[in-house]
């Protein structure tokens, strides 16, 4: 079974207003086509060639560092691209905004807390919002790490996750991270977070 690279639910320039179509087109062809490329390699005339992504990602402690670089790059900008819309922005709603409230007193001590971890992150890396058995985090990870993985400081199921690798902004901010993010929160589909967050 070989991992394919998934088409982007819009088109390239569709995130403009966050994210220019060049970087948009160079991340999803060029970046994450690599990781599908690189971890199909890896695991070819094994026996993981059959075995789910998140099934690898939860014990790739045992795994090879392809896997674990590879796998994870094919995961997380798998579920990234899901994570934004050109109708998002906003805020989230129900269950999601509920637990949000609950976890963080707010959405807005939520988003300042998230912000503050994809920048602090050093390096390449990604940050996340995760539900665990205690509720929502936020956690970030170096790399292309998850909270999938076994390796992974904290772990949980991904509700969203935000990519802070350079490659994800650097034609338009250069070396911006701060303004990548708040522009990033425009087009966060908050409707793909609250599925994901109901079926965790």
């Known amino acids: 079974m070989a991992y394919q690279l ?8 569709d995130l403009e207003r966050s994210i220019d179509a060049m970087t948009m ?11 599908v490329t690189k971890l199909n ?33 094919h995961w997380n900008h798998s579920l990234f691209w899901r994570l934004m819309s050109p109708d998002g922005g906003g805020k989230p709603g129900g269950e999601l905004a509920s637990a949000i409230d609950s976890a963080f007193g707010s959405f807005e001590q ?5 912000t503050q971890a994809a920048l ?12 665990t058995a205690r509720g929502l985090e936020i956690t970030d990870t170096p ?8 390796v ?21 901010y250069q070396n911006r991270r701060a303004d990548y993010v708040e522009a990033w929160w425009d087009v966060v589909n908050w409707a793909e977070a609250a599925r994901r967050f109901e079926q965790a």
């Not at 998934?6 to 320039?13: A, I, N, S, T």
């Not at 790399?143 to 076994?150: F, G």
């Open 110 to 114: 939520f988003r300042e807390q998230f």
């Open 120 to 131: 602090g992150r050093f390096g390449s890396g990604w940050a996340w919002l995760i539900k």
């Open 6 to 13: 998934p088409d982007l639910p819009y088109d390239y320039g």
């Open 143 to 150: 790399n292309q790490d998850n909270p999938l993985m076994d």
């Open 152 to 172: 992974a400081a904290k772990q949980g199921t991904p509700v969203l996750g935000l990519d802070v690798w350079e490659h994800a902004y650097y034609l338009r």
């Open 25 to 35: 087109e160079i991340h999803h062809t060029k970046h994450h086509n690599t990781y």
């Open 41 to 73: 390699e890896a695991i070819s005339g094994t026996e993981y060639e059959e075995e789910a992504l998140e099934a690898l990602l939860g014990r790739v402690s045992t795994l090879s560092v392809a896997v674990r670089n590879n796998g994870g790059g």
